[in-house]
C-alpha cells in the first residue's frame, strides 16, 4: 500500500500516485496554493480488492480548474474488485473530479463511497463517478450518500443503486442497473436532468428543496417508480418543469407509477409544469 502519512504538495507540477496494490491518503494532499493535476491510480495490477481511501481528515486539493483537475483510477482491465473510499475533495471552480472503479473497462470494480461528513466540490466545475454496471456496485448508499458541490454531475454504477446529494443544484446525468435504485437530491438550488437517467428495475427519487426541472428523459424502459419531490423547503415559487425532451417512463403498473409532488404541508406556491409522462 502506497500511503501519504504527512502533508503532501508542490507548487503547480503534477502530483502523480500509483500502486500495484492499495492506496490510502491519511494527509493533505495538494491543498494550500497547489495548482497543478492530481492523479491517482491504485491496484493496477487487476488483482484483489485494494483500492483507494481517503481519511476524513486528509483533503484533497487543488486551484486546477481543468478537466484533469483530480482523477482516481481504481483497478484495471484485467480484473480487481477494490473500491474507493473519497473524503473531501476540492478543485478550483470549474474543474473535474473523475472518480472510478470501472477503470479501462473493468467489470468487477467495487463502490464507491464517502466517509463522514465530505464533499466532493468543484464548484461550477464537474464530479464524474463511474463503477462497473454489470456487478453490485454503487455510488454512495442509501445511509450516506455522496456530497457534491458542482455544475455538473455524472454518474454510473451496478445494482447497488446510486445516492447523491448536491448542496446548491447541478445538472445530472445517472444510471444503473438490475434493481438499482437512484436517489438524487438538491439541498437548494435547481435539480436537473439534463441526461437520460435510468435503472432497471430500481425505483428513481429525485428531490429538491426549490425546483426540479427535467431536459431529458427519467425512467428510460425500466420498471420501477419515479417519484419528484420539488420545493421541498415549502417556500417561495420553484417547482416542477419538464422541459422539450424532459420525458418520464417507466413500465410500471402500479398506483405509485409515477408521483410528482410540488410544495409541502408547510407552505410554497410551486407550480408544475408536465410533458410526456408514460
Do not use: W
Not at 28 to 36: E, K, V
Not at 204 to 215: P, Y
Amino acid at each position: 500500500t502506497l500511503t501519504i502519512a504527512g502533508a503532501t504538495t508542490t507548487g503547480s507540477g503534477p502530483i502523480t500516485l500509483a500502486s500495484g496494490d492499495g492506496v490510502t491518503v491519511n494527509a493533505n494532499l495538494g491543498a494550500g496554493t497547489y495548482s497543478g493535476p492530481l492523479a491517482i491510480s491504485a491496484n493496477t495490477n487487476g488483482a484483489g480488492a485494494e483500492g483507494f481511501t481517503q481519511a476524513a481528515g486528509a483533503a484533497i486539493a487543488t486551484t486546477d480548474a481543468s478537466a484533469s483537475a483530480v482523477a482516481i483510477a481504481v483497478n484495471a482491465s484485467g480484473g480487481g474488485t477494490a473500491g474507493a473510499v473519497l473524503g473531501n475533495i476540492t478543485t478550483g471552480s470549474g474543474g473535474t473530479i473523475a472518480v472510478g472503479t470501472n477503470t479501462s473497462g473493468n467489470v468487477t470494480g467495487g463502490s464507491i463511497t464517502r466517509t463522514g461528513a465530505t464533499v466532493l466540490n468543484a464548484g461550477t466545475g464537474v464530479v464524474a463517478l463511474a463503477t462497473p454496471g454489470a456487478g453490485a456496485s454503487g455510488v454512495g448508499t442509501a445511509g450516506t450518500p455522496m456530497q457534491t458541490r458542482a455544475g455538473t454531475v455524472v454518474a454510473s454504477a451496478g445494482s447497488g443503486g446510486m445516492f447523491i446529494t448536491e448542496t446548491d443544484g447541478a445538472a445530472f446525468t445517472a444510471t444503473a442497473t438490475g434493481a438499482g435504485p437512484i436517489t438524487l437530491t438538491s439541498t437548494t438550488g435547481t435539480l436537473g436532468i439534463a441526461g437520460a437517467t435510468g435503472t432497471g428495475s430500481g425505483n428513481i427519487t429525485l428531490s429538491s428543496g426549490d425546483a426540479v426541472s427535467l431536459s431529458a428523459n427519467v425512467g428510460g424502459a425500466g420498471s420501477g417508480t419515479v417519484t419528484v419531490n420539488a420545493n421541498t423547503n415549502a417556500a417561495g415559487l420553484e417547482g416542477f418543469t419538464q422541459n422539450p425532451g424532459g420525458s418520464i417512463t417507466t413500465s410500471n403498473a402500479t398506483a405509485t407509477a409515477v408521483r410528482v409532488n410540488v410544495n409541502t404541508a408547510g407552505g410554497g406556491t410551486g407550480s408544475a409544469v408536465l410533458g410526456d409522462i408514460a
